[in-house]
């Protein structure tokens, strides 16, 4: 029964519809499920190691039939790679490890005929140090793009301006001895901060979203969003108690993070991208609802779609934390879901408890790609990839894991080599790749997974089939069940046209969860399940689902 049921949800994914046949009532990518890709790590055309362009390209038949509709490719500009892209020389190209403009504007073409939309990463918060336009600012005290950055007067000698520190570890302030003053970077020494203040850096940097409209792009993923502005007067930080991984003192970001300057910049970016029919994801790490909210911006004006970090930082199985972390969302604007990406350990690890992994992996899924909202996948979790930290410092390739070993041992383990088959190198690259394929890749591979219907691929197939094509789970409400139970979160997905409910066992133990079908104006008895992970028990007894450990159903009501 569950398996024809599966079959036949896959059978609706071959038939995604393209855009112009799906609903039309909502903004686009508030029906698209999007997915990352780390372009280092996602598919190696020429078999250097490294991943690239035309290898993003070759699979987009595998992210059309897992029903993405929309790609965010992290920073494939030319760079000097200390920060693996994050680090930009050249906002207007492709760097040759990945390409050519070329390259881009064929994966553009053909990602837009399967539907696909195509969003870049824009760094816009710093340069890399080997930008022309830092290298210029640099050169002297009275070059014209030396107001491009943040250049101050030390305090003394060997004395910063203030003691603002480096998301990196130590001073935020690096010394040029040429000029005899010190410039400001939120991130590396390599990543100087641009001077949003400066008119002409603003007006640089919209440019930027103009020329990638010219080659195709739907929109951006803004980096480090929160810190693009800063205390004019440059005063201190506040100190907290204890130290941070890099053994530096803590301290309140106050006068350097998510400043209110940020929302009028915001607002005027908007209007530049809304212009070009361009959309905005934010990387928005707030610290609580009231924070997120205000980047959708008064008149939602401001990002489209800001991530809730906040849901990523409940590392653990808990219903009432996703509940409440749910309701909160729900109540800020259109949410956006996001349970991992390349800078933080994969889920699957995260929520794994080592034995229920599987059915851990599904119960996510499930969740993520459920609630009202829309979903931000990170490539490879849709076959379960794991995070393994790198063992000795010398194999360490991410900054931050350099800087921070032992108690920070960076992100390499997120951002290993994506999983195509059991062959040499998980068919990622014939050549060596640049960090090491993680040792899961025998089982949790796309071509395997792609043959077992009880896959955690094929899970996300059905998932991203049933909601595609869905009402209910589209455009429905979110309504929270059974509020005070502790084991199994539950909630109805309502519109006018269907009724959804999802049950998601988040306990290691059997769970039967009775909702109350009246108040859903529904009959138990026509209850049909949709999509289930259920084992060794009917989904529905005596009015009851019954749940076998950390599994999903998915059941549309009838009258
Ligand atoms: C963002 C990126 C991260 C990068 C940092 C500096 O947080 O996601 O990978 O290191 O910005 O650009």
Redesign the pocket.
């Known amino acids: 029964m569950r398996k024809s049921l599966l079959l036949a949800v896959l059978a609706v994914a071959a038939v995604v519809p393209a855009w112009g046949q799906k609903q039309q009532s909502a903004p686009w990518w508030q029906h698209a499920v999007f997915y990352e890709i780390y372009p280092r790590s996602f598919a190696d055309s020429n078999q250097d190691g490294l991943g690239d362009l035309k290898g993003i390209t070759a699979k987009l038949d595998y992210l059309h039939q897992l029903g993405v509709d929309a790609i965010w490719i992290s920073p494939c500009y030319p760079s000097p790679q200390y ?1 693996f892209g ?2 930009v020389a050249d906002y207007e190209n492709i760097d040759p490890m990945y390409g050519t403009l070329a390259d881009f504007d064929k994966l553009a073409r053909e990602a837009h005929r399967r539907g696909i939309r195509v969003i870049m990463d824009f ?1 816009l ?2 340069t890399s140090s080997q930008h022309p336009w830092f290298l210029q600012s640099k050169s002297s005290r009275s070059n014209p793009k030396r107001d491009w950055y943040i250049w101050r007067d030390g305090k003394g000698a060997g004395q910063p301006p203030n003691n603002w520190q480096s998301d990196f570890g130590g001073s935020a302030w690096s010394f040029d001895a040429a000029t005899k003053q010190y410039y400001y970077h939120y ?1 590396e020494a390599q ?1 100087p901060d641009l001077n949003w203040r400066n008119p002409a850096v603003e007006a640089a940097m919209f440019d930027v979203t103009r020329f990638w409209h010219r080659h195709g792009v739907d929109g951006f993923r803004l ?2 969003v929160d810190t693009l502005f800063e205390d004019p007067a440059l005063r201190d930080n506040p100190t907290l108690a204890g130290k941070n991984e890099f053994g530096d003192a803590e301290m309140k970001n106050l006068y350097n993070d998510k400043l209110e300057e940020n929302h009028a910049e915001l607002r005027k970016l908007r209007q530049v991208t809304d212009a070009n029919g361009q959309i905005l994801i934010g ?1 928005t790490w707030t610290d609580s609802i009231g924070e997120l909210k205000t980047y959708y911006g008064a008149h939602d004006d401001e990002i489209q779609m800001p991530m809730d970090f906040m849901f990523t930082t409940i590392n653990k199985i808990s219903v009432s934390e996703f509940r409440r972390q749910i309701a909160l969302a729900e109540s800020a604007g259109w949410p956006v879901f996001v349970i991992g ?3 933080m350990a994969r889920s699957y690890t995260r929520y794994g408890d080592g034995q229920h992994n599987e059915a851990i992996a599904k119960l996510m899924a499930a969740m993520q790609l459920t609630l009202r909202g829309t979903p931000i996948l990170y490539y490879g979790e849709e076959i379960g990839m794991e995070t393994h930290q790198p063992e000795r410092k010398e194999d360490v390739k991410d900054p ?1 894991g350099v800087s921070g070993w032992p108690q920070q041992k960076g ?1 390499d383990g997120e951002r290993r080599p994506m999983q195509w088959s059991a062959a040499e190198n998980a068919g990622f690259t014939r050549g060596t790749p640049w960090l090491p394929v993680d040792a899961g890749y025998k089982t949790h591979n796309a071509a395997v997974e792609d043959r077992d219907p009880q896959s955690i691929l094929s899970f996300y197939r059905s998932l991203l089939a049933l909601r595609h094509t869905s009402f209910a789970l589209l455009d429905g409400d979110y309504l929270p069940l059974d509020e005070s139970n502790a084991q199994v979160l539950a909630y109805a997905r309502k519109s006018a046209k269907e009724s959804i409910v999802v049950v998601l066992n988040f306990s290691a133990a059997p769970q039967s969860f009775a909702p109350d079908w009246k108040a859903l104006g529904a009959d138990a008895a026509k209850t049909e399940v949709l999509l289930s992970t259920v084992e060794g028990t009917s989904s529905i007894k005596d009015g009851k689902i019954q749940l076998s450990p950390f599994s999903v159903c998915i059941a549309r009501l009838h009258k």
């Open positions: 920060d994050y680090d760094v918060n710093h991130f990543q980096d480090a990387e990406n390349h800078d931050l992100r």
